[in-house]
């Protein structure tokens, strides 16, 4: 089954303890990205990566890393949590279209991120 | 001004009725556009997407875009209950990917 994977998917940390949100793609997708989801904010993008080695900032990149060592796995990370970290994550995959747009991406089931 | 901006809603129509749900956005080098479906607690989930000037069908959904006004939007024939979620539209330019707030559409039995 074509699916984006999200681990885990629901994590509750404390304040400045490193964490990782995997996020894995069966379906040999070039892009990936991460959103994170929050009521009266929408949808906002905090890094993608249009292909393996190249990653790129969103529009709320501070507090976050990511790396694209593989094709099919882009890992979020936390280094030092806050609470206004605090928030629904969503991975996507898409294929690239041409040289820079995408084909309409695929979402994993999001993770439900709690720091106190 | 918001980079994408979306009918704030919520949007009612009754069952078997046409929804017609607008977007507009800034960036007048965005390259792909696209919609998006919602469940209450879900992961958004792609319905259409469309690139060029005109309008796209597919089944009972229309995308129409106009890159001129810098205009997209979206209709949904007979509209059923379970079309009832809330609607994303969301451009891409060069990978940064944007979202409207969203359109919440209710459809009434």
């Known amino acids: 089954e074509a699916q984006v994977t999200q681990n885990p998917r629901y994590l509750i940390t404390v304040t400045g303890k490193k964490l990782t949100v995997t996020c894995s793609q069966n379906m040999n997708h070039e892009y990936m990205s991460w959103y994170r989801q929050d009521p009266g904010l929408g949808l906002r993008q905090i890094y993608y990566?249009?292909?393996?080695?190249?990653?790129d900032k969103g529009d709320v990149p501070e507090g976050y890393k990511v790396s694209r060592k593989e094709k099919r796995n882009f890992p979020l990370i936390l280094e030092s949590p806050s609470p206004n970290q605090t928030s629904l994550y969503f991975c996507?995959?898409?294929?690239?279209?041409?040289?820079?747009?995408?084909?309409?991406?695929?979402f994993g089931p999001g993770t439900r991120l709690t720091v106190t | 001004q918001k980079e994408v901006e979306q009918n704030s809603g919520p949007l009612s129509v009754p069952e078997g009725a046409i929804a017609s749900l607008n977007c507009t956005y800034s960036d007048r080098g965005s390259q792909s556009f696209f919609w998006y479906r919602q469940y209450s607690g879900k992961s958004p989930e792609l319905i259409m997407f469309i690139y060029s000037n005109g309008d796209k069908e597919d089944g009972r959904f229309t995308a129409q875009l106009n890159k001129a006004s810098q205009y997209v939007s979206l209709l949904i024939r007979d509209s059923q209950p379970s079309d009832s979620a809330t609607y994303l539209c969301?451009?891409?330019?060069?990978?940064?990917?944007?979202f409207g707030d969203g359109t919440t559409l209710t459809v009434k039995p």
């Open positions: 969301a451009v891409i330019q060069a990978g940064k990917s944007t």
């Open positions: 996507a995959s898409s294929l690239v279209k041409g040289t820079s747009g995408t084909r309409g991406q695929y």
């Open positions: 990566s249009m292909n393996v080695e190249v990653t």
